[in-house]
């Protein structure tokens, strides 16, 4: 059971330049979402999904887009990379509960923006 | 604007003592409270979570207590162990809005 898979694990870019975070889970879980930490600030929502073809802005939303077209897939995109896009960046997951549902996170994306 | 505070950036404590990590939130809609436990270069696990119909709820060694006049969760570990040094996240969320608002985090330091 893979649970939350993201890739890549490292990436580096330069300015301008545009790249998609992938996230998978084989959870069948109807909720996904996007974080980003950084020092001192904890983990920050960018964007989030209750379910496929339906989206929402977090915390921090600009300079990121998303799409939901499978339950399975949330992958993140960044148009054009900026140096304060510098972070590590989680997906989560959870399940449609009655109340005691729980976020299941990937092991995160380490970007570096030059 | 933070909605979820951890005021406490790190905090040491002595193996076999109790742990006592805080939280405090803004938004009085939110009614569901998590904490997550992080290692370095792993993603965050899920430790012990709290509705609001509830004051306190325990699991193992984890205890979490919810003041929902005052707008203050507890995490509280006893005993704390080496193996709980990590940064420790508190979360909350309104019910039904899948949004979840993470703190800060506080660095737990066990020492042996």
């Known amino acids: 059971n893979a649970g939350v898979t993201q890739t890549p694990k490292f990436q580096v870019l330069k300015t301008g330049q545009s790249m998609t975070l992938q996230c998978a889970q084989d959870m069948n879980h109807e909720y996904m979402s996007w974080y980003r930490q950084d020092p001192g600030m904890g983990l920050r929502l960018i964007h989030y999904?209750?379910?496929?073809?339906?989206?929402d802005q977090g915390e921090v939303p600009n300079g990121y887009n998303v799409s939901r077209s499978t339950t399975e897939d949330f992958p993140l995109r960044l148009l054009s990379a900026a140096p304060s896009q510098t972070s590590v960046y989680f997906c989560?997951?959870?399940?449609?509960?009655?109340?005691?549902?729980?976020?299941?996170f990937g092991s995160g994306t380490q970007l570096s923006v030059l | 604007d933070q909605q979820v505070k951890q005021n406490s950036p790190s905090l040491s404590v002595q193996e076999g003592r109790i742990s006592i990590l805080n939280c405090d939130y803004t938004?009085?809609?939110?009614?569901?409270f998590l904490w997550y436990k992080k290692y370095p270069a792993e993603g965050p696990t899920f430790l012990i979570s709290i509705s609001s119909i509830k004051d306190k709820n325990e699991d193992g060694r984890f205890t979490v207590f919810l003041n929902k006049s005052a707008k203050h969760l507890s995490l509280h570990i006893v005993p704390s162990q080496p193996g709980d040094s990590a940064v420790y996240f508190c979360a909350a969320s309104t019910s039904g809005t899948y949004k979840y608002i993470f703190g800060t985090g506080t660095r737990l330091k066990v020492l042996a």
């Open positions: 999904s209750v379910g496929a073809g339906i989206t």
């Open positions: 989560a997951s959870s399940y449609r509960g009655s109340g005691d549902e729980k976020l299941f």
């Open positions: 938004n009085s809609m939110f009614d569901y």
